[in-house]
């Protein structure tokens, strides 16, 4: 698959979001970085570089050797870059550990309808 159209997840300010394409974050976070200025723009830089750089499932704002950021919430971003926020945790979770969880209830869901 073209890494331009795989899908990716980035973390920005401890906000998950979920993009269908690779390209369409960059897209975004493209315009969030030309809009901004100061620390915001080096944060939306940050991510910009990690998604031309990497081919990573998960790109975030945080500093490059942290591994596992931490999340309050999550949106899926839609064509047009709009948000629908999906979920808001009551306390901090970290990205692997919400992976595991997603991964767990499609697994329990699919024993479920066997």
Not at 14 to 25: P, V
Not at 29 to 58: H, P, V, W
Not at 69 to 77: D, K, R
Request: aromatic fraction near 14%; include cysteine.
């Amino acid at each position: 698959m073209d890494r331009w159209k795989a899908p990716v997840d980035v973390v920005c300010s401890n906000h998950l979001m979920k993009f269908k394409t690779r390209q369409m974050a960059k897209n975004f976070f493209f315009s969030c970085m030309t809009a901004c200025e100061g620390a915001e723009r080096d944060r939306y830089t940050n991510i910009y570089i990690g998604l031309e750089a990497t081919n990573q499932k998960m790109v975030h704002d945080e500093d490059y050797y942290v591994e596992n950021p931490i999340i309050f919430s999550v949106s899926e971003i839609d064509d047009d870059n709009t948000s629908r926020t999906k979920k808001k945790f009551k306390k901090p979770i970290s990205y692997y550990d919400y992976i595991f969880r997603e991964k767990f209830k499609k697994r329990k869901k699919l024993d479920l309808e066997i």
